[in-house]
């Protein structure tokens, strides 16, 4: 298992936009909508993370890289509104064919580390409600689910959220 992980650009956008779609369409299959699974675009993912990672951002920008190649990112941030002082994950998201092979673990750890340089701190996570697999893989790594719960629109539905914590 040869990877890296680095800091993420703007010049990834294109690069974690094929990784976002296919680990979408591989995660949230029966728990979203599957026409809008399959409608997803990379193109539409790449203008969205251009955007995105256009912006300042105090926190955590990483991509792992195996082969050359792009196989996962994590975007945090050291503070983000409603979260009561927590840090937050927003996305960590990897390439279906890595997964269960000890690269999530390691981008998780140092997401975390990214967000706690400036010193200790919770950090909150939302997993799609139904993603056991998901909510397996946090809970190995010490995460917990908080009791916390959302609904956030995606596509023409509503999807149920549990927020997850580490302290």
Do not use: K
């Amino acid at each position: 298992m040869d990877f890296s992980i680095r800091e993420l650009t703007v010049d990834d956008a294109a690069r974690i936009a094929p990784v976002h779609v296919r680990s979408w369409q591989a995660a949230y299959r029966g728990l979203m909508d599957q026409a809008m699974l399959d409608s997803l675009s990379v193109e539409q993912r790449t203008e969205m993370w251009t955007g995105i990672l256009s912006t300042p951002n105090e926190g955590a920008r990483l991509v792992v890289e195996q082969g050359g190649e792009a196989v996962g990112f994590l975007v945090g941030t050291r503070s983000s509104p409603g979260t009561e002082g927590a840090a937050e994950v927003f996305s960590v998201y990897l390439d279906p064919s890595v997964w269960r092979g000890g690269i999530g673990s390691a981008l998780l750890d140092a997401g975390v580390a990214a967000l706690r340089a400036e010193g200790p701190t919770p950090i909150i996570l939302w997993v799609v409600d139904g993603n056991e697999r998901a909510c397996r893989f946090y809970e190995s790594r010490g995460w917990q689910f908080d009791g916390g719960r959302r609904s956030d629109p995606v596509g023409e539905q509503l999807v149920p959220h549990l927020r997850y914590r580490l302290d």
